[in-house]
């Protein structure tokens, strides 16, 4: 078999998963929080965080920016790293305040490159992160890549070992349609087959991408 191309590998994951109907959020800053908790840390404990903050009302720019950073902290406890993660969460705050006077919606006025650049600079939001506020509270197109797409693209021999995110996100928005609802439903497919099958200690029976080439020597 020839070395698969990423229409390949969307149309075979598409066919075995389905729709994954991502990012879980009521609401762009909703989403936004959740992207930047969901660092380090799994989906079920940034819920917990989340609906600690909705449970005490502070689940918008202004009352967020006015609570208390130990008070922050606190509340987002389930998320881990939350002294680091609230001090994330007022980075952010503070630079959604000094460009667009705390407005979500006015962020979304930005090009994909200028607001991907923009969040990019606040400290403690990084390439995927920035990525994924782009694309799923901003429907912006941008390609998301984590440690699940580098690994399963590495193991098929799709991308250089080397490659960095930079390169791995250029390699799917170079060889896709620019396409808000494409790059949601790829990124999530490949999530879960990265939760399901191309686990570090790889599980390849039963994997939709059995019978592919790999080159991995796990």
């Known amino acids: 078999m ?3 191309t990423v229409t390949d590998l969307y149309e075979r994951l598409y066919a075995r998963f389905g729709p994954q109907r991502w990012w879980p959020g009521d609401g762009r800053f909703e989403i936004i929080v959740g992207a930047i908790l969901t660092q380090n840390t799994n989906w079920t404990n940034v819920e917990k965080a989340i609906a600690n903050l ?3 009302g502070v689940l918008t720019p202004k009352q967020l920016v006015a609570l208390a950073p130990q008070r922050l902290a606190e509340l987002i406890r389930p998320a881990g790293y939350f002294n680091i993660k609230a001090g994330r969460l007022r980075h952010f705050l503070e630079w959604l305040f000094d460009r667009f006077d705390g407005d979500v919606d006015s ?3 930005l090009s994909t490159h200028g607001l991907r650049d923009e969040l990019m600079a606040v400290k403690g939001i990084g390439p ?4 994924s506020i782009c694309l799923y509270a901003f429907e912006k197109p ?6 699940y797409t580098a690994r399963i693209l590495g193991r098929h021999g799709m991308i250089w070992p080397q490659a960095g995110y930079e390169e791995i996100r250029e390699y799917f928005e170079s060889h896709l349609p620019r396409d808000v609802q494409l790059y949601n439903e790829f990124h999530a497919l490949l999530v879960r087959l990265g939760k399901t099958y191309c686990k570090p200690r790889p599980l390849c029976s039963g994997c939709p991408l059995e019978d592919w080439p790999r080159v991995s020597p796990d």
């Open 2 to 4: 020839s070395t698969p």
């Open 54 to 56: 909705r449970n005490a």
């Open 107 to 109: 962020a979304g006025n």
């Open 128 to 131: 995927e992160t920035a990525d």
């Open 142 to 147: 941008v390609f998301v890549v984590d440690a």
